[in-house]
C-alpha cells in the first residue's frame, strides 16, 4: 500500500481515542533489526513550538533498546481488524517471539525508521527529548493531582457547553 505524506495539521485525530482506546505501535530500528510494542499511553500536540508526540515506555521493554539507540522511530494507528495482531503486540516481547511474522504484518521502512504497512497512520518522529519519570514525582500528591486534573477537565465541560445554550 502507497502512503500519503500529510503536514501534522492536517490529521484527523482525537488522541483520547486514537491513542487510549484503539491503541498504536511504538516501533523503532532499522532492516538489521528492529521491534515494535503496543502502547495506549502517549499524546500529541506541540513541544518548543514543533508538533510533537509524547510516549511512555517503560525500562524493561525489548522496544526500549531500539527506540533509544536510533534517532527516530514511529507511532503507527491501525483499524479495527487488527486489534488480535496490537494484543499480540503488547502481550508478547520481541525477546522472546517473533511476534511480528507471528502476526503477519510486513515491515515499512522509512526516513531510516520503520512502521508496517498495515497501517492506516504512521507519525514518523524525530527524538526531541527523553527522560525517565522518577517514582518520586509521578507518586506523590496523586491523589490531590487528579483531583485538581478533574476539576479543570468539568470546568472545560461547562465551558464549551455554555457555547452552545
Ligand atoms: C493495550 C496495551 C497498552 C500498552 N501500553 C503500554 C505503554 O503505553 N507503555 C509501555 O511501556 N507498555 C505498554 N504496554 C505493554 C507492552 O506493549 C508489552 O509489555 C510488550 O509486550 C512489550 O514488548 P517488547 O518487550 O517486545 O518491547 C501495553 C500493552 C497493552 C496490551
Known amino acids: 500500500m502507497a502512503f500519503r505524506e500529510i503536514k501534522p495539521e492536517e490529521l484527523n485525530f482525537n488522541p483520547f481515542q486514537r491513542i487510549g482506546k484503539q491503541w498504536m ?12 510494542m503496543t502502547a495506549s499511553w502517549g499524546g500529541a500536540g506541540v513541544m518548543w513550538g514543533k508538533p510533537a508526540a509524547t510516549a511512555y515506555i517503560r525500562p524493561q521493554r525489548y522496544t526500549k533498546e531500539f527506540v533509544d539507540r536510533e534517532e527516530t522511530f514511529t507511532l503507527s494507528f491501525y ?12 502481550t508478547v516481547s520481541g525477546k522472546d517471539r517473533d511476534k511480528i511474522k507471528e502476526a503477519g504484518f510486513t515491515p515499512y ?46 470546568r472545560c465541560i461547562l465551558q464549551r457547553l455554555k457555547k452552545f445554550w
Do not use: P, W
Open 25 to 36: 505501535l511504538i516501533t523503532a530500528g532499522t532492516e538489521e533489526g528492529y521491534n515494535t
Open 79 to 90: 483499524g479495527e481488524e487488527y486489534r488480535k495482531a496490537l494484543n499480540l503486540f503488547g
Open 109 to 154: 521502512f522509512t526516513d531510516g525508521t520503520v512502521a508496517f504497512e498495515e497501517a492506516e497512520v504512521i507519525l514518523v518522529c524525530r527524538k526531541m527529548y527523553a527522560d525517565e519519570i522518577s517514582r518520586k514525582s509521578s507518586l506523590i500528591n496523586r491523589q490531590k493531582r487528579n483531583g485538581i486534573h478533574r476539576r479543570i477537565i468539568t
